[in-house]
């Protein structure tokens, strides 16, 4: 492909065009730039003209010794970003984009790394599958290095009924059906000057979630990145949930809360927590399937849960694996990277095991 390249600051023609695009995730969006900058990263936009397809590229800046350009950022949340093309383009297409761009940063910035996560990568497996035998012809036939992701995850353009269907009964209907018997309902922060408020609660039912794994929250999970996420998505790309109920004494309390950033094509479960003494009211199973269908109505597309903890698949999803794609003509850093991605995640489940 003949493909031209421009570093741009996005006009609100530009905001208009990605956000109406069959790629735009809800990482793709203007909400989630203002958070990214928020956070003090370095967004990095490209225009792309590839033939007689336009579209745009998202990624961030670092600098490690050698200029990095991630995408996603690390430890911002974001699960996937890369392409947003304005028109339907085939595999084989976006891997030559994505070669093609990272010469022409190479030759103009003198970018010696570029990492890709593209939603559009993913294949869709009902069942497990050993990542060290999965694999995508489209980038062995180019030779691109890569190393793979797992996810689970539900298309929210199925019918409800459909969605509803595909629940595990024993698991997560049977709860659904225990919460609303027991009165819990789930309401949606609509205005503003909430968000504070509920940012408070939801950082509160973190911390006493990963206090009883004897775990640190995520860096994004903070309380004042919490917020940025909100303030910036707030109202059109963020569904920010309470379960209400009573608890043993008959007052009122919040039980659980959740965090959904909905996109076009794709939408993240980005987190959610509740206090451990109303669990067996099942605050969270009735949260993420109203979630779900809240979702279904915008017309959120897939709904990413980040991440394969086993008890995600009683919400009907699939398994998605993603290529992580890596550019450079240094070799060695593409191994070291999986190398130290292995050892944080041993270090971090040996800490866990410890306390």
């Not at 008890?311 to 060695?332: D, I, M, Q, R, W």
């Amino acid at each position: 492909m003949n493909c031209q390249f421009e570093i741009i600051k996005p006009t609100p023609q530009d905001w208009h065009r990605i956000e109406s695009s069959p790629d735009c995730t809800c990482f793709h969006t203007h909400g989630w730039y203002n958070y990214l900058e928020e956070l003090g990263r370095h967004v990095l936009i490209v225009k792309i003209v590839a033939d007689e397809v336009e579209g745009y590229f998202w990624g961030a800046r670092r600098w490690l010794g050698i200029r990095i350009i991630e995408a996603p950022p690390v430890s911002t949340g974001t699960y996937t970003q890369g392409l947003c093309m304005m028109a339907e383009i085939t595999v084989e297409q976006r891997v030559e984009i994505y070669q093609s761009l990272y010469q022409w940063l190479r030759k103009k910035y003198h970018v010696g790394y570029m990492q890709v996560s593209d939603w559009r990568f993913r294949t869709t497996h009902d069942d497990y599958i050993d990542p060290a035998q999965w694999s995508l012809p489209a980038l062995d036939n180019a030779k691109v290095q890569y190393s793979v992701r797992t996810t689970f995850y539900v298309d929210t353009r199925k019918t409800q009924e459909e969605l509803w269907n595909n629940l595990n009964y024993k698991s997560c209907k049977y709860s659904i059906n225990k919460a609303r018997k027991e009165g819990l309902s789930v309401v949606s922060v609509e205005r503003a000057e909430e968000i504070p408020a509920f940012v408070e609660m939801h950082r509160r039912h973190i911390e006493d979630v990963f206090n009883r794994k004897g775990m640190k929250p995520m860096p994004y999970q903070k309380k004042e990145h919490l917020l940025s996420l909100c303030q910036s998505l707030f109202p059109n790309n963020i569904l920010m949930l309470k379960v209400i109920g009573k608890d043993d004494n008959g007052l009122e309390q919040c039980l659980s809360t959740a965090i959904f950033c909905p996109g076009k094509d794709a939408s993240t479960y980005f987190t959610g927590a509740s206090l451990r003494q109303y669990m067996k009211y099942c605050p969270n199973e009735l949260m993420v399937w109203e979630g779900m269908r809240m979702l279904h109505e915008r017309g959120a597309g897939d709904l990413i849960f980040t991440g394969v903890a086993h008890y995600k698949k009683k919400f009907g999803s699939s398994y998605a694996y993603l290529p992580v794609l890596a550019f450079t003509p240094y070799s060695f850093l593409f191994t070291f990277r999986n190398r130290f991605k292995r050892l944080y995640g041993k270090l971090r489940n040996t800490f866990k095991h410890n306390q």
